[in-house]
């Protein structure tokens, strides 16, 4: 059951942030709606990340859960949030893999907490695939057409 309320600090294998990290996602996005004090969420599959728009200015996490690989709505959560404005922590957590790192974090995801550790040097590739982009994304990075025009 504790697998189901998320992650601590502990559990969080890779980090791109220099601010003090948020225990969890203690309430779902449901409550979060009707509480004023509510600082950390978690968004499962099916829920409407733009509900949280409104409140973006006090939550410190926003963790979005993968209960599986092939579940993609997470995505898009995170792209939503991102290009809102949202600035605080952006936690994938679940069945989070290898091959989706450079791409979660492409849509704007600066922790990760997978089910099963992975591979550090793994994850290492992996975040450092695709050093050049063709589509505009969440993380800004330059697109080729925009670096070919710079050129």
Not at 3 to 17: A, C, H, L, M
Not at 34 to 53: F, K, M, S
């Amino acid at each position: 059951m504790a697998k189901d309320i998320g992650t601590s600090p502990d559990e969080v294998q890779f980090r791109f942030r220099d601010d003090e990290p948020v225990d969890h996602g203690t309430v779902t996005v449901d409550s979060a709606l009707d509480q004023t004090n509510a600082t950390a969420v978690r968004i499962e599959p099916g829920d409407d990340a733009r509900l949280l728009l409104p409140f973006l200015d006090r939550l410190a996490l926003i963790e979005v859960n993968f209960p599986s690989f092939g579940d993609g709505r997470g995505y898009s959560s995170a792209r939503i949030l991102r290009e809102a404005g949202y600035t605080g922590e952006l936690r994938a957590v679940g069945d989070v893999l290898i091959d989706q790192l450079s791409h979660m974090r492409r849509c704007g995801f600066d922790s990760f907490a997978p089910d099963t550790p992975l591979d550090p040097e793994d994850a290492a590739r992996a975040f450092a695939t695709w050093d050049n982009v063709y589509q505009a994304a969440a993380d800004s990075r330059p697109t080729i057409a925009r670096l070919r025009h710079e050129a």
